[in-house]
């Protein structure tokens, strides 16, 4: 692979990221006319939103295997193709409960096959020392996708309606897809060895750095996308806040979000090696103090500071729990590695809406779901502590050398 090339890939990879993210954080948005159009109870609309975390979390070590095998460039294409056309579906289509469920099971489909890919994307085109900056970069598209999106989705639903704005959106992913196919180089899969087969299919659930990897992940994406799905009817239902200035708070924490994202990868590569498990634990310990503030404040420029801050710390968690299996594993099972981790992310993704669903309609109250965010965040940092760095099982032994090679 050419160096003059890197850049290129980074760009193609930052551009689908932020699609997809887009995704995720437009649905959040849509919730208001959904509950409006279809009567839904705030139990029916987290599984509309957790839905798409259970498929997508069901497919996600699936990708990761068959990136191993195949490459990352068909997967990468395979999932844009599918996420958009099953958000055309979602809004052409969706004219029940029944029909919004599936569209948004099989948009998880879609989605499970592109941080896996990307992640193998960096693993085969960047060395150990440039992997953490060049996936933050790529992880840096949440940010842009959270500060664009909500301003975006708030004028195209105003504009469009929920169901043209996901026609449009669904159309502009399958146009990346195509993109995908013509301008990302095919890298030939390193060649499986038999000692490769027993560690991706035997010992990588077993590894401690996975196991913990996959709690504090799950965690994270509990704050991540339970927000990310509830936060809007919070301001708008709870505090009284306009739906336009709800979209600049949620644009407020994207932006908190993008600025971590970047600075992590670039901090972290440069001065914390070997020390990412205190980065974790007390960036998650922080977060938890500052969603608590996004809850405890009442105007919108306090709740909005609150947020920016505490996205700040969430991203920098997050950036460095999906970044340390590429710098302490061998490449030949990264594709498979990040599945199973990513599952852990995914499925938080799907707890988090259907259980502060089930919060808000038990108590009444936010500040129980609020309360459930700081609980996580905590357990998230204290299974941190100890992912300081400890030698590998002696599978790995002839992968990494093979890696470093």
């Given at each position: 692979?050419?160096?003059?090339?890197?850049?290129?890939?980074?760009?193609?990879?930052?551009?689908?990221?932020?699609?997809?993210?887009?995704?995720?954080?437009?649905?959040?948005?849509?919730?208001?006319?959904?509950?409006?159009?279809?009567?839904?109870?705030?139990?029916?609309?987290?599984?509309?939103?957790?839905?798409?975390?259970?498929?997508?979390?069901?497919?996600?070590?699936?990708?990761?295997?068959?990136?191993?095998?195949?490459?990352?460039?068909?997967?990468?294409?395979?999932?844009?193709?599918?996420?958009?056309?099953?958000?055309?579906?979602?809004?052409?289509?969706?004219?029940?409960?029944?029909?919004?469920?599936?569209?948004?099971?099989?948009?998880?489909?879609?989605?499970?096959?592109?941080?896996?890919?990307?992640?193998?994307?960096?693993?085969?085109?960047?060395?150990?020392?440039?992997?953490?900056?060049?996936?933050?970069?790529?992880?840096?598209?949440?940010?842009?996708?959270?500060?664009?999106?909500?301003?975006?989705?708030?004028?195209?639903?105003?504009?469009?309606?929920?169901?043209?704005?996901?026609?449009?959106?669904?159309?502009?992913?399958?146009?990346?897809?195509?993109?995908?196919?013509?301008?990302?180089?095919?890298?030939?899969?390193?060649?499986?060895?038999?000692?490769?087969?027993?560690?991706?299919?035997?010992?990588?659930?077993?590894?401690?750095?996975?196991?913990?990897?996959?709690?504090?992940?799950?965690?994270?994406n509990i704050t991540t996308y339970g927000l990310m799905a509830w936060l809007p009817k919070f301001l708008v239902q709870h505090r009284g806040i306009s739906v336009g200035v709800s979209g600049l708070i949620a644009g407020a924490g994207g932006l908190g979000i993008w600025i971590s994202s970047l600075s992590t990868g670039w901090?972290?590569?440069?001065?914390?090696?070997?020390?990412?498990?205190?980065?974790?634990?007390?960036?998650?310990?922080?977060?938890?103090?500052?969603?608590?503030?996004?809850?405890?404040?009442?105007?919108?420029?306090?709740?909005?500071?609150?947020?920016?801050?505490?996205?700040?710390?969430?991203?920098?968690?997050?950036?460095?729990?999906?970044?340390?299996?590429?710098?302490?594993?061998?490449?030949?099972?990264?594709?498979?590695?990040?599945?199973?981790?990513?599952?852990?992310?995914?499925?938080?993704?799907?707890?988090?809406?259907?259980?502060?669903?089930?919060?808000?309609?038990?108590?009444?109250?936010?500040?129980?779901?609020?309360?459930?965010?700081?609980?996580?965040?905590?357990?998230?940092?204290?299974?941190?502590?100890?992912?300081?760095?400890?030698?590998?099982?002696?599978?790995?032994?002839?992968?990494?050398?093979?890696?470093?090679?």
């Amino acid at each position: 692979m050419k160096t003059l090339s890197r850049p290129l890939i980074i760009m193609m990879l930052f551009i689908g990221y932020a699609f997809v993210y887009i995704d995720k954080t437009v649905i959040g948005f849509a919730l208001l006319p959904l509950e409006k159009e279809f009567g839904l109870s705030a139990t029916q609309l987290g599984y509309i939103t957790g839905i798409f975390f259970l498929s997508y979390s069901l497919f996600q070590i699936p990708a990761g295997w068959l990136n191993d095998r195949f490459g990352y460039k068909p997967m990468i294409v395979l999932s844009l193709s599918l996420l958009g056309l099953f958000a055309v579906g979602f809004g052409w289509l969706g004219f029940s409960l029944a029909l919004l469920l599936a569209f948004r099971f099989l948009s998880g489909v879609g989605h499970s096959g592109y941080p896996t890919s990307c992640a193998k994307a960096v693993v085969d085109n960047f060395s150990v020392d440039q992997r953490t900056f060049a996936q933050s970069v790529l992880l840096s598209s949440a940010g842009l996708a959270m500060t664009l999106g909500p301003v975006v989705a708030v004028a195209s639903l105003n504009l469009l309606g929920w169901r043209h704005s996901f026609v449009a959106m669904g159309l502009a992913v399958m146009l990346i897809a195509l993109l995908m196919v013509l301008v990302l180089p095919t890298v030939k899969p390193a060649a499986r060895t038999p000692q490769a087969e027993d560690v991706s299919l035997r010992n990588v659930l077993k590894t401690p750095l996975v196991v913990l990897l996959f709690i504090a992940i799950f965690c994270i994406n509990i704050t991540t996308y339970g927000l990310m799905a509830w936060l809007p009817k919070f301001l708008v239902q709870h505090r009284g806040i306009s739906v336009g200035v709800s979209g600049l708070i949620a644009g407020a924490g994207g932006l908190g979000i993008w600025i971590s994202s970047l600075s992590t990868g670039w901090l972290v590569g440069r001065y914390m090696q070997g020390r990412e498990h205190l980065v974790i634990s007390f960036s998650a310990l922080l977060s938890a103090v500052g969603m608590w503030a996004v809850y405890a404040s009442h105007s919108a420029w306090t709740i909005g500071a609150a947020l920016f801050v505490a996205n700040i710390f969430v991203m920098a968690a997050f950036v460095t729990v999906f970044t340390l299996p590429m710098k302490r594993l061998p490449k030949q099972v990264i594709g498979c590695t990040m599945g199973v981790i990513n599952t852990g992310g995914t499925l938080g993704g799907f707890v988090a809406p259907i259980a502060m669903g089930y919060l808000l309609t038990l108590t009444g109250s936010y500040g129980a779901i609020f309360a459930f965010i700081v609980s996580v965040m905590v357990i998230a940092g204290l299974v941190s502590l100890p992912l300081a760095e400890k030698p590998l099982k002696p599978q790995y032994d002839s992968l990494r050398s093979s890696d470093e090679d």
